[in-house]
């Protein structure tokens, strides 16, 4: 299909081959999420189910999460998603996200002005509310505001 970007520091976005993708079901953008934050490295699917599902999960859940990996794997292409034992892996470049760009970015000094310009807003505000992702909010909050470049060029 082609390259895929998907930026969480905002409202999810998801691009493929330069179109951007909908994802319309709220599980469908949390396992994005989810994998997003590892792209590169595979997340096991007892991982995935308790961030999808908690502690106390449905007992179809290994099925409606393969069913959202096939749904996944038809928005961004097949090689995008990969099954990889114990679980699955987002076969995409991490700087293909900004969550992750950010991060490699804001460890340096001089590009820290480059860094904070991915914000669009708060981060992961498709899913703030999932479990997973309060940690993470938790570790951006710094930069988790109204004003997402908090420095100011007058100090």
Known sequence: MGPVAIRLLGPLEVNVAGSSVVLRRQ???TLLALLALHAG???ST???V???WGESPPKAALGSLQNLVSELRKALGPDALLTRPPGYVLAIDPEAV???RFERLAREPARLREALDLWRGPALADVA?????QGIRDLLFVFDNEDPHPLNDST
């Open 98 to 100: 900004d969550a992750r």
């Open 129 to 133: 509310f999932e479990p997973f992702a």
């Open 46 to 48: 007892d991982r995935l």
């Open 27 to 29: 599980k469908q953008r």
């Open 50 to 52: 308790e961030s999808l």
């Open 41 to 43: 490295e595979v997340v």
